[in-house]
């Protein structure tokens, strides 16, 4: 039951956030950049990261969740309305204990990064060279 109660709290969190206007976001003081996206002037778009105390509380969360697949659960929520730079998806994968679990939640993420050409760091986080490559093709499916 607790288990449940607190995933139903993370979700009213981050549903709460992506119920917030675009252009209150925009006003407001915030701790991370705007990034553009896209390649295509047409379709360029401006995204912004999850701010760093948002941020800060979903890693502390993931943090004391020592199973995986609960780790994934909060991603998926998580991603719902935010959207994250390479740093803090290199972070989050830092709490995974394996390749495999990794590059699960890099799958999680992938469409919900903002600035795929800074993706060095996310291959770093990747132990062998087979998984480095499957996070590379993946973040390449992204770019197109």
Same mark, same amino acid.
């Given at each position: ?42 379709? /360029? ?5 999850? #701010?760093?105390? $948002? ?5 502390? !969360?993931? &943090? =004391?969740?020592? %199973? ?36 699960? /939640? ?5 469409? #919900?990064?903002? $600035? ?5 760091? !996310?291959? &770093? =986080?990747?132990? %062998? ?16």
């Amino acid at each position: 039951m607790k288990k449940c109660n607190k995933l139903l709290l993370i979700s009213f969190f981050v549903l709460g956030m992506a119920m917030q206007p675009a252009v209150l976001c925009a006003q407001k003081k915030s701790d991370s950049p705007i990034v553009e996206v896209g390649f295509d002037k047409k379709k /360029a778009r401006h995204t912004r990261a999850m #701010r760093k105390s $948002d941020f800060s509380m979903m890693y502390d !969360i993931m &943090k =004391k969740n020592a %199973f995986e697949n609960q780790k994934n659960d909060i991603l998926r929520v998580a991603c719902i309305g935010n959207f994250f730079s390479s740093e803090q998806c290199a972070r989050l994968l830092s709490l995974y204990s394996f390749d495999s679990n990794r590059l699960e /939640a890099l799958e999680i993420m992938s469409p #919900r990064l903002i $600035d795929v050409d800074d993706a060095e760091k !996310i291959i &770093k =986080k990747f132990t %062998f060279s087979s998984e480095k490559e499957k996070a590379m093709l993946l973040l390449m499916k992204i770019r197109r």
